[in-house]
Structures are given as structure tokens and as C-alpha cells.
């Protein structure tokens, strides 16, 4: 695991950062296609993430990046949605937020909720001013817990890792 400078407050459970919004999808929400947009969906796991971020970092976070947001069905009018977001990984000042989306179809109460969305999005907790701040640690509590810290740790290394790349690609271009 990261190391936290003795600077961070102290840590807290991965179930303390959890955080569920939910919603019904109107026809403000459809596209051409009679589905809901994508961007009303990014923005929606974008809100879920922030109120988990600032949970667990007892303050103003911000978002620094999407890793990953995947659409696995369409969402529909009428549709309730739910988003689930937690702490999945933290560094010194910034985290990783986890996110699913279910829907329950609006036409078929009984049946189960499908997953629409996932997504990963990096959070940095910020003062004031603007300027990072730490954040306390996350604990993992459960067995799936330290796979989602696992699995973070991977996406954070590929991102500094393309990064890194891109901007040496930059420098040999000119």
C-alpha cells in the first residue's frame, strides 16, 4: 500500500465513504435515439463521486480525472436510477472514487435492476484556495475492498505511465 505522510488525518473505513443519489429519468434527460444522454449519466456519476470524495476527505474535492466510464445498457425515460459510489484508493492528497449505476426499468417494477454505468474518477482534496490538500487514508474493510485498492493502484500506474509517455512523445516531436 501508498505510504501517507504523518500530515494526513487519521483514516477512515471504505464504508464511510459511501455515497447513493438516485433519480428518475424525464424526458429533459433523452436524446434523438429516445435514450438518455451519456453526459446527463457522466454528470450524474460525476455528483455521486464528489459527495463520496468530500465525505471522505472531510472537505472540498475536486475532480482531476475520469479513468473510466463504461455504458453497458441504455438508460430509458422513466427508468430510476442509482448511482453507488465509495473510496476505492487514496494517496496523499488525492482518491480514487468507484462508481456503478443500476436502473430499475420504469416498465417492469419487479424485475431486477441492470447495470447501465461504471466508472473510476480521481478526486483531489483542495483547500480554500485551491491548493491540494491531504486526505485522510482509506481502510479497506473487506476482502473486495482491497481488490478495488488493488485494482486502483493499477489504473493510477497506467495513467502516470501514459502521461509520462505522451509527454516524452512531446519532447522528441519538437
Do not use: C
Not at 464511510?16 to 453526459?39: C, E, F, K, P, Q
Not at 446527463?40 to 479513468?67: E, N, P, Q, Y
Amino acid at each position: 500500500m501508498t505510504e501517507h505522510p504523518s500530515a494526513a488525518p487519521p483514516g477512515k473505513p471504505t464504508s464511510y465513504s459511501r455515497v447513493t443519489l438516485s433519480r428518475i429519468m424525464t424526458a429533459v434527460d433523452v436524446n434523438l435515439y429516445g435514450t438518455v444522454h451519456g453526459g446527463v449519466l457522466m454528470k450524474f456519476v460525476d455528483d455521486v463521486a464528489g459527495a463520496a470524495a468530500a465525505r471522505h476527505s472531510g472537505g472540498t474535492a475536486v475532480t482531476a480525472a475520469i479513468d473510466e466510464i463504461v455504458f453497458s445498457e441504455p438508460v430509458r425515460v422513466g427508468d430510476l436510477i442509482h448511482a453507488y459510489a465509495q473510496i476505492n484508493w487514496t494517496g496523499s492528497t488525492s482518491m480514487e472514487v468507484g462508481v456503478r449505476v443500476m436502473a430499475e426499468r420504469w416498465d417492469s417494477a419487479e424485475a431486477e435492476p441492470v447495470r447501465v454505468a461504471t466508472a473510476y474518477l480521481v478526486f483531489v482534496g483542495v483547500e480554500v484556495g485551491g491548493a491540494p490538500r491531504a486526505v485522510r487514508p482509506v481502510l479497506p474493510e473487506t476482502a473486495e475492498d482491497s481488490r478495488r485498492w488493488r485494482e486502483a493502484e493499477i489504473r493510477r500506474a497506467h495513467r502516470l505511465a501514459r502521461r509520462r509517455a505522451i509527454q516524452h512523445a512531446r519532447r522528441e516531436s519538437g
